[in-house]
């Protein structure tokens, strides 16, 4: 089921706060004027990259449609990061990948699950590729706790190699991502083709999928550059609204950076292709935890001052949750919407955590 004309029309009308955030920005206008144009902006370029995602998931499969959709979701957050990165942001940095994870885990899959779970009574997934993903953020999470972990037994001599045991971790979950690409991509992607029923041969023309492509690349773009101007006013508007920067970090940069996964991945629930919706919301986190993290570990050096992986106690702990309650949902192969309501409750009281956190 494809968009309805009526989304279709609305959607193209939101894309008329493009010019108007550049104009706010360009003006130097008040930051929540610049943050709810930018906001409203990234729905319609969200739901653009869904449709394309869509597109080419339907000649490639869920996995790599899933995969691409992790990719260019993901890339808008990149984009932040490095800009965060060379401004010394770095705490909001580490804040805003621990956010992607734990949002991606409990917020994009809980309401794709619920989302899907209240059109169809039972939804099943690949038992194997969904436990394998949910194995894949557990070494994420050993990755985060150790360099945590080490912190608290060296004591006065831990920063001596932190930054060394940093590295050495990040090189570690790269190979270990580029791996996890060749066993779903070549050697066992028959675990990723999900039950997709056959398509009628419709008239799937070469053009059709450049066609997509461009379209998923002109809207990354424009997602990337809202999210700039995003965070470039959120830290003066989370001020106005009285929250912490760890808040915005964790919380509200996530939400914003992965509006794309949000979309695609409860449009595909809904239409009960929930191996897609899993592969994109597990897919991204896998990827910020594997690849982004690392990535920023290592264009650090070229800014002068490394970033590390050294969380917050209450970052660790909210990862590992997830990942906890992760592998529960995973653990039968099917879903339903009662399972989705669990995981947005574990992401609110993790929210409410992190909003009165000092």
């Known amino acids: 089921m494809k968009i309805g004309t009526f989304q279709i029309r609305t959607l193209h009308f939101l894309l008329v706060f493009i010019p108007v955030a550049i104009i706010f920005e360009f003006i130097h206008a008040a930051p929540v004027w610049v943050f709810v144009a930018s906001s409203i902006a990234i729905i319609p370029l969200a739901g653009l990259m869904g449709e394309a995602t869509e597109r080419l998931s339907e000649r490639a499969g869920p996995g790599i449609g899933g995969l691409l959709n992790a990719t260019f979701g993901n890339a808008a957050e990149l984009i932040i990061a490095i800009i965060a990165l060379k401004n010394g942001?770095?705490?909001?940095?580490?804040?805003?990948?621990?956010?992607?994870?734990?949002?991606?885990?409990?917020?994009?899959?809980?309401?794709?699950?619920?989302?899907?779970?209240?059109?169809?009574?039972?939804?099943?997934?690949?038992?194997?590729?969904?436990?394998?993903?949910?194995?894949?953020?557990?070494?994420?999470?050993?990755?985060?706790?150790?360099?945590?972990?080490?912190?608290?037994?060296?004591?006065?001599?831990?920063?001596?190699?932190?930054?060394?045991?940093?590295?050495?971790?990040?090189?570690?979950?790269?190979?270990?991502?580029?791996?996890?690409?060749?066993?779903?991509?070549?050697?066992?992607?028959?675990?990723?083709?999900?039950?997709?029923?056959?398509?009628?041969h419709e008239p799937h023309h070469s053009g059709s999928v450049r066609g997509s492509l461009l379209l998923l690349l002109i809207a990354t773009g424009g997602v990337a550059l809202m999210s700039e101007f995003l965070v470039?006013?959120?830290?003066?508007?989370?001020?106005?609204?009285?929250?912490?920067?760890?808040?915005?970090?964790?919380?509200?940069?996530?939400?914003?950076?992965?509006?794309?996964?949000?979309?695609?991945?409860?449009?595909?629930?809904?239409?009960?292709?929930?191996?897609?919706?899993?592969?994109?919301?597990?897919?991204?986190?896998?990827?910020?935890?594997?690849?982004?993290?690392?990535?920023?570990?290592?264009?650090?050096?070229?800014f002068g001052k490394p970033m590390d992986l050294l969380f917050t106690n209450m970052e660790v702990v909210a990862v590992g949750i997830s990942v906890w309650v992760l592998s529960l949902v995973c653990n039968d192969g099917e879903s339903n919407w009662m399972e989705g309501v669990q995981l947005l409750a574990v992401y609110i009281i993790l929210g409410i955590a992190f909003y009165f956190l000092p």
């Open 232 to 302: 470039g006013a959120v830290e003066e508007t989370a001020k106005t609204f009285g929250m912490s920067d760890v808040f915005v970090g964790v919380i509200i940069v996530a939400i914003i950076g992965n509006a794309a996964e949000h979309s695609t991945a409860v449009l595909v629930a809904a239409k009960n292709q929930m191996d897609l919706a899993l592969n994109i919301a597990i897919g991204s986190s896998i990827q910020i935890a594997l690849f982004v993290a690392p990535v920023l570990v290592f264009l650090s050096y070229l």
């Open 89 to 200: 942001l770095y705490e909001v940095v580490k804040a805003s990948l621990t956010g992607s994870i734990i949002g991606n885990i409990l917020l994009v899959l809980g309401l794709s699950i619920l989302a899907g779970g209240l059109k169809h009574q039972r939804q099943k997934f690949n038992e194997t590729a969904a436990v394998m993903g949910a194995t894949l953020m557990a070494l994420s999470a050993i990755g985060l706790v150790i360099p945590d972990l080490y912190h608290l037994l060296a004591g006065a001599q831990a920063r001596i190699h932190e930054q060394d045991l940093s590295l050495m971790i990040a090189a570690v979950l790269i190979v270990t991502y580029a791996l996890s690409l060749v066993f779903s991509l070549r050697t066992h992607k028959h675990l990723y083709a999900g039950d997709a029923v056959a398509v009628p």
